[in-house]
């Protein structure tokens, strides 16, 4: 089993900065993907950004140029930097642990909210 705990949401004003972070603890399997969804009120769950083993990223339009996925020196952790905030990327933030083409664990969320 594999458990994943993310940290660092918050209240941040429109254009601030923001870091959360992810650690997944349990049986690691060395071909992971780790990845960041976020699910704002009455809308369904979508990808923000993931990465591969290797560090091979993925984003959504969205947040292009403003987030930034990255792997920590243990490959069990992941970053996600978030620059520019606007108030529509408000949401509860999930970090997932994929060991095949879809996330196979989920943590419990982070709130980021982003005041106008």
């Known amino acids: 089993q594999v458990r994943v705990v993310e940290s660092g949401g918050g209240l941040v004003q429109a254009g601030g900065s923001l870091r959360l972070s992810c650690v997944a603890s349990?049986?690691?399997?060395?071909?992971?993907?780790m990845g960041w969804y976020r699910q704002a009120p009455g809308k369904q769950r979508e990808l923000v950004a993931t990465?591969?083993?290797?560090?091979?990223?993925n984003y959504a339009d969205s947040v292009k140029g403003r987030f930034t996925i990255s792997r920590g020196n243990a490959e069990n952790t992941v970053y996600l930097q978030m620059n520019s905030l606007k108030p529509e990327d408000t949401a509860v933030y999930y970090c997932?642990?994929?060991?095949?083409?879809?996330?196979?664990?989920w943590g419990q969320g982070t709130q980021v909210t982003v005041s106008s």
């Open positions: 997932a642990y994929s060991v095949t083409t879809k996330p196979n664990y």
């Open positions: 349990g049986i690691i399997f060395s071909n992971n993907v």
């Open positions: 990465i591969t083993i290797r560090g091979s990223t």
